[in-house]
């Protein structure tokens, strides 16, 4: 009888045992495909103090990291509040003081913003493709250039608009460009145009460059075998494609959504720049080789045959972000805010780079410097070569990329 006792008591045991080390082995296990991949914009990446928010709906509650805003949703700041949300990819509004604000769309094509009060810096990646508008009392901006904007609307409802760097266009009709270290004073019917001091700066500067700066960081911390799982898995989802937007939000859990680019040597518009890309990541050929999404009636561009409608299709079948990357070059070459590739740095097929528009507001020497690149213009876009190893796919990474 003490013989059973003692071998059920062994075997209970040894159960026991191998129980927590499969256990403790599955903690130590990385999660497959543990990122989140959207193109999205209205996510809340960061909160800082009270921030409160009247839903379209009808309720009301506080902003918290991780919440999302839809169109009509009313978000307001309190006196010690701050917020930072998602706008197309690579692209953020963050929200000072005694703000409100709310969206008017959030199609990446045309994002709408509207600014009812307070101070909002944007810092945006943008294009004619990816513009965003934005809505104050009084008047209209439209950034169509990549850079950094700070907007305040005054107690009579006037605006005043500091471009840092880029430019944007302001005023009946859009017409008055506002270029890198100007100030515009944005009334109904009238704008003026005038140098500002950069060295005045608030919280709302101070903590929208680092938060900047952080998040580049955090992209350079991103793991490529579960990013890889994680964008194949989406792509092959019909969850994003080359021609939607300039990049993804990729949220690692922990630590908050970062940017992802698509193309080689991006930069933030602050000028930090970030280690990963879409090139870095070994994609297979094919996601290089997707098609244009199709038109508005439903088809799939055809090939004209000669004169402006070639050149048209010729642009069609370009990526959004080759486009970008083309035209920054032939415009900001030896201007600043373009990396050229180091050829004993990384090789991944891809060339060239984007930083935060041509405009060059100065810097200090501890900022993130550029150097000029030649001039590149293929007529359409030639996508990353593959590896010896064609199983994986993709182009070459760095070598001793994680």
Known sequence: MRRKWLLAFLVGLLALFCAVSATAQTEKTPTIGQY??????????????????????????????????????????G?????????????????????????GSTDLENLKVNLK????????????????????????????????????????????????????????????QVAAGRTAAIVTGGVSVSKFNKSSIDDLDVWSKNRSKELASLNDHLQRNSLRNSLLGSFNNNGWNLYHSLGLWVFSPGRGWVFLPFGYGWSSPYGY??????????????????????????????????????????????????????????????????????????RRGGDGSISGGSGGSSTRSSEPKSSPVPVYTPPIFVPAPPPADTTRGGSKGKPGDR
Not at 40 to 67: F, I, P
Not at 92 to 101: C, V
Not at 140 to 160: K, P, Y
Not at 311 to 337: D, K, W, Y
């Open 36 to 77: 989140i991949i959207s193109a999205k914009a209205g996510g809340v990446n960061s909160v800082e103090g009270k921030v409160s928010v009247m839903r379209r709906a009808g309720t009301s509650g506080l902003l918290l990291q991780g919440d999302e805003i839809q169109i009509g949703d009313r978000v307001t700041t």
């Open 79 to 103: 006196d010690d509040g701050m917020a930072e949300v998602l706008l197309n990819p690579g692209s953020f509004l963050r929200i000072g003081h005694n703000t409100s604000f709310e969206f």
């Open 117 to 176: 009060a307070g101070s909002a810096i944007f810092e945006v990646i943008a294009t004619e493709d990816f513009k965003v508008s934005v809505k104050l009392p009084q008047s209209e901006i439209q950034l169509t250039n990549s850079g950094v904007f700070r907007i305040d609307v005054l107690a009579d409802g006037s605006g005043r608009l500091s471009v840092l760097k880029g430019k944007a266009f302001v005023g009946p009709g859009l017409t008055t």
């Open 273 to 346: 720049e970030y280690g990963w890309d879409l090139y870095r990541c070994q994609m297979p050929v094919y996601v290089w080789n997707s098609y244009p999404p199709p038109t508005s009636s439903g088809g799939v561009t055809s090939l004209p045959t000669r004169g402006d409608n070639k050149a048209r299709h010729q642009r069609e079948q370009t990526p959004p972000f080759q486009r970008l990357e083309n035209t920054v070059r032939a415009e900001s070459r030896g201007n600043g805010g373009i990396r050229s590739p180091d050829p004993t740095e990384r």
